[in-house]
């Protein structure tokens, strides 16, 4: 691991210490997700990475915002990313088994255009 990818583990791992250990997916697959595609969320930037920033939002998991769905789209560096401790507003965009949630600034029904 990079010390890149390391800065962004350590900040979720703050709020999220057994984030993506096999416990924590398999604490996942048992209860049901707290959240669905299509649900409006806001939460708080606690990590910022090469390729988007995770949320604390409420969901018992981080949320993660890739760079492709975050607003403005024009946002192309991670320098332009929004900084730790900012809320967004977004919607759930995926749900997966293990405890991803991928979330989008961008209405869902832009996401096609």
């Known amino acids: 691991m ?6 962004w583990r350590d900040q979720i791992a703050v709020r999220y210490p057994e984030w993506g250990t096999e416990r924590w997916k398999a604490r996942w697959r048992e209860t049901p997700a707290p959240v669905r595609v299509g649900q409006a969320v806001i939460g708080e930037v606690i990590a910022r990475a090469p ?9 018992g998991t981080p949320a993660l915002l890739l ?3 975050m607003m403005p789209v024009e946002r192309r560096s991670p320098i332009e990313y929004p900084e730790l401790g900012v809320r ?6 995926a749900v997966g088994p293990e405890g991803e949630v991928g979330v989008t600034q961008r209405p869902l029904d832009e996401e096609a255009i």
């Open 2 to 7: 990079d010390e890149e990818d390391r800065i």
């Open 51 to 59: 390729f988007g920033v995770w949320l604390e939002a409420g969901l």
């Open 67 to 69: 760079v492709p769905y």
């Open 88 to 93: 967004l507003e977004c919607w759930v965009r």
